[in-house]
């Protein structure tokens, strides 16, 4: 079967799915509704891959910020995720992480360079396995965990704006 829709709003009936690969379109996609979505069509212990872009990532990765400017210019959707506070509310989706891998800069996922270890610092890429394991995660709440702009950016470009 093929289908096209949007990830927010999938055609598949709930708890169909053992896996779902999300990879280098979650920054395009309203984050919190998608993952209310994938957690509704993955069973119980199925699982979900996800890549996306870190919200603060470091000053001098000029690449991340030319490539963040060019896709706003191009109209192209952006969204950055608070890795941190996804991290923490992964049970408000109804997933348990299984797996998490860092990377710094922009291209070093390409070449899996990757960070071994919880960054504290900034990142800008990550690539995370979750599991379901909560039946009811439809939570209405006002946690956000992705934003238009990055940190970085804002920082750099319009600081007033900062979250």
């Known amino acids: 079967m093929i289908a096209v829709s949007e990830a927010e709003r999938l055609p598949f009936i709930s708890n169909y799915f053992d896996r779902i690969i ?6 395009a996609l309203n984050q ?10 993955l069973k119980i ?21 030319e490539a963040e400017q060019n896709a706003r210019a191009q109209g192209h959707p952006n969204s950055f995720t608070d890795c941190r506070k996804l ?22 996922f390409s070449n899996y360079n990757r960070i071994d270890s919880n ?15 909560n039946q009811d995660s439809y939570y209405e709440d006002p946690i956000e965990i992705a934003f238009e702009y990055s940190q970085t ?8 704006l900062e979250k």
């Open 22 to 27: 999300c990879f280098g379109v979650f920054d």
């Open 32 to 41: 919190k509704e998608a993952l209310y979505e994938f957690s509704r069509i």
């Open 45 to 65: 212990n199925g699982r979900l891959l996800i890549t996306g872009k870190n919200y603060y990532y470091h000053q001098d990765d000029y690449e991340a910020l």
């Open 87 to 108: 991290l923490e509310n992964l049970n408000r989706f109804g997933f348990v992480l299984n797996d998490i891998t860092y990377f710094s800069r922009r291209g070093d």
């Open 119 to 133: 960054p504290s610092d900034p990142f800008y890429e990550y690539s995370m396995i979750v599991e379901r394991k």
């Open 153 to 160: 950016f804002l920082k750099k470009y319009s600081p007033s």
